[in-house]
């Protein structure tokens, strides 16, 4: 029994991943999926339907053929059931790890490659690292979006007088605080345009080298531009 057909189905394709085969999906609407064997007059297929119980909808596999008739022993080097989401949740549990080794897209195509004998595409393996992550710790862009917020609990706390002097603020990391004491004393300030899903203005970094000479971030500030005031 499934509590979803969105989970019914993510088990059918993990399945089919693990036993080396794939399927069609002949029907599928509200109240039944019907899958059969990808390959034409083989036996394989599989029904499922929803069903009530106790004022709650959940699948139920009705019918299910489990004879499998074509070869399973052929390696597939694509796999329609290999979609991007399937793909995500593979690589979720290894992504998520502290010193990930999947932490590139090519490091995932040959993940893919080695443990489930698939060559999925570069740009699908592109995506599913960033989709990973943002369901694991939320988007950059979601993230960017709760400043707005931020700034105007500030603005309650620190109300802008005649002068106008409450006009910009920068962000340290914790670990940036704590280890200024070993920063050699110098600062450098650098900046870059903010485009496309973060608007208009310049993101502003401050950093220094550090006692072994390998840059430290100190602060970030989002401005209007690089200007004096800024």
């Keep these: 029994m499934f509590s979803t057909k969105s989970l019914f189905k993510k088990c059918v394709k993990a399945i089919a991943l693990r036993d080396n085969f794939q399927y069609l999906t002949v029907k599928s609407n509200k109240v039944v999926m ?18 009530i119980h106790w004022d709650r909808s959940i699948w139920v596999v009705t019918r299910f053929d489990l004879e499998h008739t074509c ?13 991007f989401t399937v793909i995500k949740d593979l690589i ?15 490091d995932i195509v040959h993940f893919i490659r080695a443990k489930h004998g698939l060559s999925k595409s570069y740009k699908k393996a592109w995506r599913a690292p960033k989709a990973t992550l943002d369901d694991i710790r939320r988007s950059h862009e979601d993230s960017y979006k709760m400043l707005s917020r931020f700034v105007y609990i500030l603005e309650l706390n ?21 280890g200024w004491k070993h920063y ?16 208009d203005g310049t993101l502003l970094s ?5 006692a072994n000479d390998q840059i430290f971030p100190l602060a970030f500030c989002v401005v209007d531009s690089e200007n004096n005031s800024s």
Aim: hydrophobic share 40%; net charge positive.
């Design 71 to 83: 070869s399973v022993d052929v390696p597939l080097t694509d796999h329609r059931q290999a979609t």
């Design 184 to 199: 050699r004393l110098v600062i450098s300030i650098d900046g870059t345009s903010l485009k496309n899903q973060y608007g």
């Design 92 to 106: 979720k549990n290894k992504i998520s790890l502290a010193g990930s080794e999947l932490s590139t897209s090519k």
């Design 206 to 210: 401050a950093s220094a080298p550090d």
């Design 158 to 178: 620190n109300l802008v007088d005649a002068d106008g002097r409450f006009l910009y603020f920068f962000m340290a990391l914790f670990a940036s605080i704590t």
């Design 34 to 51: 019907i899958l059969q064997c990808a390959i034409k007059n083989y036996k394989w297929s599989l029904r499922a339907s929803c069903s």
